[in-house]
Nanobody, 119 residues
Framework: QVQLVESGGGLVQPGGSLRLSCAASGSIFDIRSMGWYRQTPGKQRELVATVNDNTNYADSVKGRFTISRDNAKNTVDLQMNNLQPADTGVYYC???????????????WGQGTQVTVSS
């Protein structure tokens, strides 16, 4: 059993900042990558940022968002600056996890946290 718990969402005015955090716990042998995705009503879930050996960002957030990972704690954070209304959505944490040495990697998702950017 693996759990991903997110925190840090909320309501912020345009131009403001928020920091999202995600902690993975449970039956974890190792984590290949972690990342953040977001979803708005009527749209598919989209990549925001991922981190493994490298970082990868959606073009829409480059220069404003920063993803960071603590491998020892199995956590990933997303610092979001200069937020805009288009950033509004439910943000989901995802981790690609192997539960045992001989096992396969699987995608695990958090429950999501709402981010609303509005004046």
């Amino acid at each position: 059993q693996v759990q991903l718990v997110e925190s840090g969402g909320g309501l912020v005015q345009p131009g403001g900042s928020l920091r999202l955090s995600c902690a993975a716990s449970g039956s974890i042998f190792d984590i290949r990558s972690m990342g953040w995705y977001r979803q708005t009503p009527g749209k598919q879930r989209e990549l925001v940022a991922t981190v493994n050996d490298n970082t990868n960002y959606a073009d829409s957030v480059k220069g404003r968002f920063t993803i960071s990972r603590d491998n020892a704690k199995n956590t990933v954070d997303l610092q979001m600056n200069n937020l805009q209304p288009a950033d509004t959505g439910v943000y989901y944490c995802k981790a690609v996890i192997r539960r045992t040495y001989w096992g396969q990697y699987y995608d695990d998702w958090g429950q999501g946290t709402q981010v609303t950017v509005s004046s």
